[in-house]
Nanobody, 127 residues
Framework: QVQLVESGGGLVQAGGSLRLSCAAS????????VGWFRQAPGQGRVFVAT????????FVVPSREGRFTISRDNAKNMAYLQMNNLKPEDTAVYYC????????????????????WGQGTQVTVSS
């Protein structure tokens, strides 16, 4: 069973950057597609980005494309979400998740397919 721990959140001014990290333990992250989701206050959790096991396939939602980049380092059992030019509407708790997939080129956008979740890290963007 994989345990995921997010870090890197915090308070930042609009226009600033943050890099969220997702550290995996208890398993090999390279066996999983990884996704990032966010949950704003009073709202449901929504998909942000995903990366395949190999890292060769990535997808970021169009509303964040160009500002957010997802990456991974399988040797370190880590995944990342680089967030640039942050806006107040990016304020949310951000979660990483892992989906066990057999193909190294599958990236997953559907929340219910994810098997393991971290506890989340708060990102607050002030205007």
């Amino acid at each position: 069973q994989v345990q995921l721990v997010e870090s890197g959140g915090g308070l930042v001014q609009a226009g600033g950057s943050l890099r969220l990290s997702c550290a995996a333990s208890g398993g090999t992250l390279s066996s999983y597609a990884v996704g990032w989701f966010r949950q704003a206050p009073g709202q449901g959790r929504v998909f942000v980005a995903t990366i395949s096991r190999s890292g060769s396939v990535t997808f970021v939602v169009p509303s964040r494309e160009g500002r957010f980049t997802i990456s991974r380092d399988n040797a370190k059992n880590m995944a990342y979400l680089q967030m640039n030019n942050l806006k107040p509407e990016d304020t949310a708790v951000y979660y990483c998740a892992a989906d066990y997939v057999s193909s190294s080129t599958v990236a997953q956008t559907i929340e219910t397919y994810y098997d393991y979740w971290g506890q989340g890290t708060q990102v607050t963007v002030s205007s």
